[in-house]
């Protein structure tokens, strides 16, 4: 963890970002000035009440959006410099997006949404033995052919990382991964992502609500009000092979010792 690549890179290097939208006559400021680095190899989340501008933050991050000011170096280059075609291709080269509702193509099989950033990217070799190697990489190499309806919300967030990961991108951003699956998918995508993480390094930043999920990663970011309110280490991650998530009762019962309101706990049920 915290491994510096050849030339000392972070992966992420932001200063001072804020950003405002302007609507009608209202300026909103949505980030208030924010610093974060994120070194090659980190697993971290992002969390924070609705509204706090974790999506923001996640659209500047993966340079689909610019700051209103401050500067941001992306694996060494500063993105704030570039122009539209220019952000395409660093984006489609160094960054693999994960979305909460897959984003998949109705009418295309696993091994085509995987192939197709491959040839975004243009470069020559062979699209379909990559994408079968990745597809192989998530435990989907015997659904090639099957289309989104034909899979699981588990297996078809799976085809996601997949797609995702298959230009070997430098930083994988992720918004809300596990929001739509049940614990047990969501248990499987987390396997993925800490063996992509411990295995080939890949940094990975996550938007989650869940502090269960959270606790799966080794670094947490807080926002409130557009502000990083803090920034820990999470001393002993989880390990999604082993950990068992409490039962609901049980998440409830320790919900109901630091805040029922008011009464005893047992004059709820
Ligand atoms: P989060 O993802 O933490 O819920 P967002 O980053 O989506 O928060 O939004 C933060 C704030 O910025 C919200 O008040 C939201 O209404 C506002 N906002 C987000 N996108 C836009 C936009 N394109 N135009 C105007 N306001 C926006
Ligand atoms: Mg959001």
Do not use: C
């Not at 491994?3 to 909103?28: F, H, M, P, R, S």
């Not at 996640?58 to 992306?74: E, H, K, R, S, V």
């Not at 807080?222 to 390990?239: K, S």
């Amino acid at each position: 963890m915290n491994t510096l690549n050849e030339n000392g890179t972070a992966v992420i290097d932001i200063q001072g970002i804020t950003k405002t939208y302007t609507v009608g006559e209202i300026d909103l400021q949505v980030l208030k000035g924010i610093d974060l680095r994120i070194e090659p190899g980190e697993f971290l989340s992002i969390m924070g009440p609705s509204g706090s501008g974790k999506s923001t933050l996640m659209n500047i991050l993966g340079a689909l959006d610019q700051p209103t000011t401050g500067t941001y170096l992306l694996d060494g280059i500063d993105v704030a410099q570039l122009q539209e075609k220019d952000l395409a291709r660093i984006r489609n080269k160094k960054i693999g997006f994960v979305f909460q509702n897959f984003n998949l193509l109705k009418r295309t099989t696993a091994q085509r949404q995987v192939e197709l950033p491959l040839l975004y990217a243009g470069g020559g070799g062979n699209r379909s033995l990559w994408a079968k190697t990745a597809l192989e990489a998530v435990g989907l190499g015997n659904r090639l052919a099957h289309l989104p309806s034909e899979l699981s919300g588990g297996q078809q967030q799976r085809v996601a990382i997949a797609r995702a990961l298959v230009n070997q991108p430098t930083l994988i951003l992720a918004d809300e991964p596990t929001g739509n699956l049940d614990t047990l998918s969501g248990k499987d995508v987390m396997q993925i992502f800490q063996k992509l993480n411990r295995e080939q390094g890949i940094t990975t930043v996550f938007v989650t609500h869940d502090p269960w999920i959270a606790r799966h990663t080794n670094r947490v970011v807080m926002l409130r009000d557009g502000l990083i309110i803090a920034d820990q280490p999470i001393t002993n991650p989880l390990d999604a092979d082993t950990a068992e998530r409490p039962s609901e009762a049980e998440e409830l019962a320790t919900v109901f010792e630091n805040a029922y309101y008011g009464g005893k706990a047992v004059e709820y049920n």
